[in-house]
């Protein structure tokens, strides 16, 4: 509100209008935090291998289940792992799968993998 005779806000003006709007950040940050909280729960206790790697077969991020299915007994051990380009039975079938996803921006594919005890694993992979 402006003072009729100065063109100032009047005392305390702006103090009114911050209340309301930092209610509603504060809200939309609760929202997105709760979001983010059920994302990760969903990703963490799914039955589904799930993990984010670059290009280069560097993971950064994995759920338990992908772990467990590489034979890691942990998150931790499995992105410590240097040699994660072992995994690929057929190396030509991966790099197959991502020049697909370097044109189009997406790709699926059905490849072996190797377990760290040698055996192997078909999954689906998914790329974007």
């Not at 309301?20 to 979001?35: F, N």
């Not at 890691?72 to 072992?86: E, G, I, K, T, W």
Request: proline share 4%; net charge positive.
């Amino acid at each position: 509100m402006a003072c009729a005779r100065h063109g100032r806000r009047a005392p305390g003006s702006r103090r009114r209008k911050e209340g309301p709007i930092r209610a509603v950040i504060e809200s939309k940050r609760a929202e997105e935090t709760q979001r983010e909280s059920r994302y990760r729960a969903l990703v963490e206790n799914s039955s589904l291998g799930i993990g984010w790697a670059t290009p280069e077969d560097k993971f950064f991020d994995a759920n338990a289940a992908l772990a467990a299915m590489l034979g890691h007994s942990s998150v931790r051990v499995f992105l410590n792992d240097p040699d994660m380009q072992a995994i690929y039975c057929d190396p030509s079938a991966r790099d197959t799968l991502f020049s697909e996803c370097r044109k189009s921006g997406r790709a699926e594919a059905t490849l072996d993998w190797k377990r760290k005890d040698g055996s192997v694993l078909n999954v689906r992979l998914r790329c974007r």
